[in-house]
């Protein structure tokens, strides 16, 4: 099976890339294909053979797409439709990522792929256009939403939060927002089930199981890090809310929790709790340094 990756300069694109060794596998970083060319995109992509592309690339900066309208909507929105597009000349399968933001964060039970998308930013808003045009494209197109992605391919919350432990005696995080952290590494794991193009498609919600607060997202990371004998100057996180955070531009969701309970019907498998990959996180790509 030939497999495309866009986005391998990325956490999440080059996790996929690294760890798809039984397939055959051609990454693409920004350099290489850039989504924001869609002329580009069609040149490079049309002499190719493959049977599932995978969109990893994003403009993810939440804070620069409020100021940068047009980018975000070109890049999230419409390139995805123009990817999906080219696998239907293909008879390809795009899988296409999205996140936990296109919601609003009104629940406080976990979001289904059923419940009403509410983007309360222009990233969130952007997304959702890129989701719509990859599923009006072709109906063997997928869509993966994911939450909180953290891995070893670029830094991410978790990695911030370590750092600045390592180095001040006081850290703090926000503990009025919630959503669940989510290991590239597992999402690696599970996805080529769906490579199939016949095991599903529309919309699936994957991340790790459970719910948390970044303050208690920050905390297990820093009490792991300590059984794991790493050495930090604190190992308390302190609480700020929402409210502290005047240097954000972006409005985001308070919860955003994803139900994974379709994920799990059609595998047959649970996705493992958020605390466990965290610990599985910290002792591969901590522990060794
Ligand atoms: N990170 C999260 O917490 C999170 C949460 C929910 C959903 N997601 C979704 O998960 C997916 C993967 O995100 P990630 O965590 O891997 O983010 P990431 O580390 O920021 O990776 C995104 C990649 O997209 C690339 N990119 C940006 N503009 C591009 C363009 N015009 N053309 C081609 N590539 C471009 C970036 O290039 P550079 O290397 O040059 O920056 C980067 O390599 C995205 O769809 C994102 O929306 C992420």
Known sequence: ??????????????????????????????AQLD??????LRTKLRPMVFDVLINAAA???????????????LINGEAPGVLAKICNTKDAKLIHFSTDYIFGG??????????????????GESKLI????????????????????????????IDAMIKRAQEKEKVDAIGDKFSTPTYTHDIAGMLPQFFDRAFESGIIHFANAGKCSWQEYAQWALDCCRDAG???????????????????????????????????????TAPRAW?????????????KK
């Open 35 to 40: 989504l924001s060319d869609l002329h580009d």
């Open 106 to 123: 009104e629940k406080r039970t976990p979001y289904t792929e059923e419940d009403e998308a509410n983007p309360i930013s222009v990233y």
């Open 59 to 73: 403009f993810t900066n939440v804070d620069a797409c409020e100021t940068e309208r047009d980018r975000a909507f």
């Open 230 to 268: 790493i050495p930090l100057k604190t190992t308390q996180v302190g609480t700020l809310t929402l409210r502290n955070m005047s240097n954000w531009v972006a409005r985001r969701p308070v919860y955003s929790v994803l139900s994974t309970a379709k994920y799990t019907e059609l595998s047959g």
């Open 1 to 30: 099976m030939k497999i495309l990756v866009v986005g391998t300069g990325g956490r999440l694109g080059a996790a996929l890339a690294r760890e798809f060794k039984e397939y055959d596998v051609t990454g693409f970083n920004r």
């Open 275 to 287: 605390r466990e990959a965290v610990a599985d996180y910290i002792r591969r790509s901590y522990s």
């Open 130 to 157: 890129g989701e719509k045009n990859v599923l009006a494209a072709g109906d063997h197109h997928l869509v993966v939403r994911v939450s909180w992605v953290f891995g070893p391919d670029r830094p991410s919350f």
